[in-house]
Nanobody, 122 residues
Framework: VQLQASGGGLVQTGGSLRLSCAVP???????IGWFRQAPGKEREGISC????????YYADPVKGRVTISRDGADGSVHLQMNDLKPEDTAVYSC?????????????????WGQGTLVTVSS
């Protein structure tokens, strides 16, 4: 079972990007989290959404600039990122876990997909 992240690219400071995560139907009842890993840094959780879409969490570095949503039709999960900064440059990945909680611990997520690169130029 694998998820697929897409939508990354090169954007200038202050720009926006919308990332998408294709979620297999077998994971419809899983929460989905977005993570990122910048060069030389550990992977960090930035946002997650429950299977129903009713619970959402955002990490402090992106709070107020990022919105997570879940498409009821196909279960895909989107991450709208606004006011991007050079420090947002990273490979962004989505992953599935039974629960969405504020800790967003990498090791608790069971299924992962390949990431998509986001580069923010200054």
């Amino acid at each position: 079972v694998q998820l697929q992240a897409s939508g990354g690219g090169l954007v200038q400071t202050g720009g926006s990007l919308r990332l998408s995560c294709a979620v297999p139907s077998s994971l419809d009842y899983y929460a989905i989290g977005w993570f990122r890993q910048a060069p030389g840094k550990e992977r960090e959780g930035i946002s997650c959404i429950s299977s129903s879409g009713g619970t959402k969490y955002y990490a402090d570095p992106v709070k107020g600039r990022v919105t997570i949503s879940r498409d009821g039709a196909d279960g895909s999960v989107h991450l709208q990122m606004n006011d991007l900064k050079p420090e947002d440059t990273a490979v962004y990945s989505c992953a599935a876990d039974l629960f969405c909680n504020a800790r967003m611990v990498v090791s608790e997520y069971d299924y992962w997909g390949q990431g998509t690169l986001v580069t923010v130029s200054s």
